[in-house]
């Protein structure tokens, strides 16, 4: 079973994530957003702790880091695009390897500061692509499709 953290837990997609960690088999042990309105936790992964603080969610994760039984496998980044750079790196220095949907970042400098933390962590960033299976993006895929053919 492996441990997962999420950053941007109020946010519109990660009740996504939260399922997709349960529903494979995993846990949600620790989530963060400034925003406490988040009932979604609670309703699918009672046992995870919360902060709307960041400090305190990352000496949280730190202090998990220290120890092998409850060191975390992976964060799931929520957050908004500008705050991507930050998490991403955040994460890759907790121990975690890193899941953050698209955009990874705003600039070129910022991707390849990335690479330098990966290679420093020997941690990896996972992009995910999350509008590929989306109803109207596949509908707007065949009426393309059907165009050119």
């Known amino acids: ?15 996504r994530h939260i399922r997709a960690i349960k529903d494979t088999g995993n846990t949600l042990a ?3 957003d400034i925003n406490d309105s988040v009932g979604i936790i609670d309703s699918i992964a009672p ?3 919360f902060f709307t603080e960041f400090e305190r969610f990352q000496e949280y994760a730190w202090r998990m880091k220290r120890n092998p039984e409850t060191e975390l496998d992976y964060l799931s980044v929520c957050s908004p695009n500008y705050l991507h750079f930050a998490h991403i790196a ?6 975690c390897d890193v899941i953050c949907e698209k955009p990874l970042v705003p600039t070129p ?5 990335i690479a330098l933390i990966e290679k420093e962590t020997g941690k990896r960033v996972y992009n995910i692509l999350q509008l590929r ?3 109207a ?4 895929r065949q009426k393309v499709a059907g165009q050119s053919g």
């Open 90 to 95: 955040a994460g890759l220095r907790l121990g």
């Open 109 to 113: 400098n910022m991707l390849d500061e």
């Open 47 to 49: 046992s995870s702790e």
């Open 133 to 135: 299976h989306h109803e």
């Open 137 to 140: 993006i596949l509908k707007l």
């Open 1 to 15: 079973m492996l441990k997962f953290a999420l950053i941007g837990a109020a946010g519109y997609i990660a009740p």
């Open 30 to 32: 620790v989530a963060y």
